[in-house]
Each structure stands twice: as structure tokens, then as C-alpha cells.
């Protein structure tokens, strides 16, 4: 049987233990032991080298002169200043920008209210171009200290390669656009679906900071799904991202809708819709909340629509109860505007759906996050990569980094998965 890489061990042992001190923001090498139950030998080890890349600093507990017992603890932190990240959420009627610090704290914030969708590719690169470079500036930074930038956004995202398999943003299907962002600012980068980015959110800053196995449903333009699974973000074949809107609706593969046509955004909102006030909403990128005035002012068509699509959602959220038996479930997205219109039969469906044995182990958490969030999820994307990868006098090395990520999910990548990189 092959025995494991030491370098790929020693970059699993050294993601783990960074992982631990930004959890913990203060932490002794005892603890760090404690709860990756690592060796002293190997905390040791690991830390010292975090030291000398300047990644972690020693914080003293304590005074000598005063302590009867010997020396000040020896607590170790994060050093924020280690590195940069530009993380990004582009959606279709606007971009988010946030640039944070080393330990995911934001530095910077920018939001651009421009339509995004269906514009050409080019077009849309140039935007997030001039949005990064805003957003640096803002910051008071400049490019050359920016380690990496991080995109998030709806659709079938290839994370392996950065292509954008299909998108409600993009015209054509198989966009590369992490090469065309590396190519405009010299700075490596990476693309992400935006469900998975405000899952690493969720995990890292949100209502999932206690908890390492959940799901996440996203109610945007498209339907979103995040699994988080012993701490690690699941992905697909090739690193594809997971699309619930995709998932078949039905018994008859001829009279099955797919859950998008019934749940999205884009389905629930009717463009052809006799109010005018409606139309202009959509066209602004404020639909939902139109729609949401228009039901409380008695229409019954949007009401009907509001209802037909938390029952699916309702339906569709059971199915991954029964196939994760997640202890959470959390909704985010700007469908949540609905709110009871949506959630109530969402809710009612649910509880009717799941099996008896079932119906104790579920927490649905609804969380109306902003877009910030979302911009610094995709932001914590890149640093969960940076905190595995080896680092030097140049910076991280990315070489490794995809075998990480597949080691830490508990297999090896295939042929397939090594052609692609």
C-alpha cells in the first residue's frame, strides 16, 4: 500500500494547526495539541516554521515578575499582516468588493451597482478589473501586495481551472475567467461558486462558526448549494461546484421541471407582469422586494408564485436531509426578501417531507446576509488554500494546493483531475 507524501502530511498538519489559532485568536502550543491532536514534536515543529514566515507572532500571558509559578505563557496569533486577499461577488446587478486581512478580516469594502448579466465576457472582466483596483486602492494598498484574488458567483464553477462552466452572468458557457483576470492584473486568482464562497463565510464568520457538517442553500438568480463535511467544503467531479437548481422536480422525466424553473429568483419574478412598477423593479435589480409589496397589497398571481416556490424548496431541502442528515441547514440569498410568503410554505413542506426519524436532527437557520459577506467568503476561498500551502521568501506555493484540498476530503485526485491543472 503506498504510504502518504510527507511534504502533502506535513501541508495538511500545517493547514490544521493555522486553522486552529484563527479560530481561537489566542492559543497556546498545549491547546493547539489538544485539538488537532497532533504530537508535541509536530506542534512544535509547525509553529516554529509559521514563525519564521512571519505568519503567526507570540503573544506573552503574564508577567515573571509577579508569577510565582515561572514563566508568562506563551500564547501564539495570527498575523493579519501576513498576507491580502481581494475577494469578490459578482452577481447581475451588481459587483461586491472586499479586501481582507490574513485572518479574514475586512480592510476594505466596495459595492458597484451596475448590470452585470449578459454583457460580453470582456466587458464583465473589465468591470471586476476596475473594481479590484478600487477596492486595493480604498484600502490603501496597492496591487503588489495583494496575494490573490478570489471570484465568486452563480452557476457551474470548474474550481480546478477557474473556468465558469455555465452562468445567468455570462453569455457563453466555459468562460476562463480566473486566466482572463490573471492576465489584466499579474495576480494569481481563483474562481468560485458564490454558494460555496458564503458556505466558507458561514463556517468562518456566520451562523456556522460552531459547527463543521452543514448545508447551505443559496435563493439567488440560480439555486445554490454549499456542504460543508467535517470542516472541508465538498466538491464535485473536477472540483465543479454543486447547482440545486438542477436537481429534476418530478416522476415523469417528461413532465419533471427543474427546480430553478420553479424556485429561482428569475422564475418566481414575472417580467411580463401587468404592473409597471414590477417591470422597472426587475430591470433595477429590486424585483424580489417589489414583489414583495405587490403581494401585500393583495396580488394573488405573485402570492401563488411565492408559495409554489418555498413547497418546492420545502421538498428539495427534505431530499438533503435524507441524503446528509445535516444537524443544519442554513438559507441564505435575496429570495429571503419574500420572507414568510416564501418560508411559510417552505417550513410547512419540510415538516410534512422528512421521514419521522428525521424530523429531530434538522436546525434550519434563515440568515439575510449582505452582500459583504458574500465578497469576504470568497475572500476566506483563497486563505483556507493559502493556510495549507508551503510558503517562502516569494510567497505561497500553489503547486500543491489542489492536492491538499483532495486529501483533506479523504481521496486522491484522478488522471482526469491532474490533465485539467
Not at 10 to 34: C, K, Q, Y
Not at 221 to 231: T, Y
Not at 277 to 299: F, K, N, P, T, V
Not at 359 to 378: C, F, I, K, M, P
Request: with cysteine; proline share 5%; hydrophobic share 45%.
Amino acid at each position: 500500500m503506498k504510504t502518504a507524501d510527507p511534504e502533502l502530511m506535513r501541508a495538511i498538519n500545517r493547514f490544521h494547526v493555522l486553522d486552529v489559532i484563527r479560530r481561537s485568536g489566542l492559543i497556546s502550543r498545549v491547546e493547539i495539541g489538544e485539538r488537532t491532536e497532533l504530537s508535541t514534536t509536530t506542534i512544535s515543529a509547525i509553529t516554529a516554521s509559521l514563525l519564521d514566515d512571519e505568519l503567526i507572532s507570540t503573544h506573552h500571558e503574564g508577567d515573571l515578575r509577579n508569577n510565582s509559578r515561572g514563566r508568562p505563557r506563551v500564547m501564539l496569533r495570527l498575523n493579519p499582516d501576513a498576507a491580502r486577499i481581494v475577494g469578490a461577488k459578482l452577481a447581475t446587478n451588481r459587483l461586491s468588493f472586499a479586501v481582507t486581512n490574513f485572518q479574514g478580516d475586512p480592510v476594505a469594502e466596495l459595492t458597484l451597482p451596475v448590470r452585470v448579466d449578459r454583457l460580453p465576457s470582456d466587458v464583465i472582466v473589465d468591470l471586476v478589473e476596475d473594481g479590484v483596483r478600487r477596492c486595493v486602492l480604498n484600502a490603501g494598498l496597492t496591487l503588489s501586495e495583494i496575494k490573490t484574488i478570489a471570484l465568486a458567483l452563480p452557476g457551474v464553477i470548474e474550481h480546478a481551472t477557474g473556468k465558469v462552466r455555465s452562468s445567468p452572468l455570462f453569455r457563453d458557457a466555459d468562460v476562463p475567467l480566473k486566466s482572463a483576470i490573471e492576465a489584466r492584473l499579474g495576480i494569481d486568482a481563483l474562481v468560485e461558486s458564490d454558494a460555496n464562497a458564503i458556505t466558507i463565510a458561514q463556517h468562518w464568520f456566520g451562523q456556522a462558526r460552531d459547527c463543521d457538517d452543514f448545508v447551505l442553500v443559496s435563493i439567488e438568480e440560480d439555486l445554490g448549494l454549499g456542504v460543508m463535511h467535517a470542516g472541508q467544503l465538498f466538491r464535485g467531479a473536477r472540483e465543479l461546484s454543486l447547482a440545486l437548481g438542477n436537481m429534476m422536480m418530478g416522476s415523469d422525466p417528461s413532465t419533471s421541471e427543474r427546480l430553478s424553473h420553479i424556485a429561482s429568483e428569475r422564475s418566481i419574478l414575472d417580467a411580463n407582469h401587468p404592473d409597471p412598477r414590477l417591470r422597472e423593479a426587475i430591470r433595477l435589480g429590486h424585483g424580489m422586494s417589489q414583489m414583495r409589496r405587490l403581494i401585500e397589497e393583495g396580488d394573488t398571481e405573485l402570492r401563488a408564485a411565492a408559495s409554489r416556490a418555498g413547497k418546492a424548496l420545502g421538498l428539495a431541502i427534505a431530499n438533503l436531509v435524507c441524503l446528509f442528515a445535516p444537524p443544519r441547514v442554513i438559507l441564505v440569498g435575496g429570495g429571503l426578501v419574500l420572507e414568510d410568503h416564501l418560508l411559510d410554505p417552505l417550513r410547512t413542506a419540510l415538516s410534512q417531507s422528512l421521514p419521522p426519524a428525521l424530523e429531530s436532527v434538522l436546525n434550519l437557520v434563515v440568515d439575510d446576509v449582505g452582500d459583504a459577506l458574500w465578497a469576504r467568503g470568497a475572500a476566506a476561498v483563497a486563505l483556507s488554500e493559502l493556510y495549507g500551502a508551503p510558503w517562502g521568501t516569494t510567497g505561497p506555493a500553489y503547486a500543491g494546493a489542489q492536492t491538499i484540498r483532495h486529501a483533506l476530503n479523504g481521496r486522491s485526485p484522478s488522471n482526469a483531475d491532474r490533465q485539467v491543472r
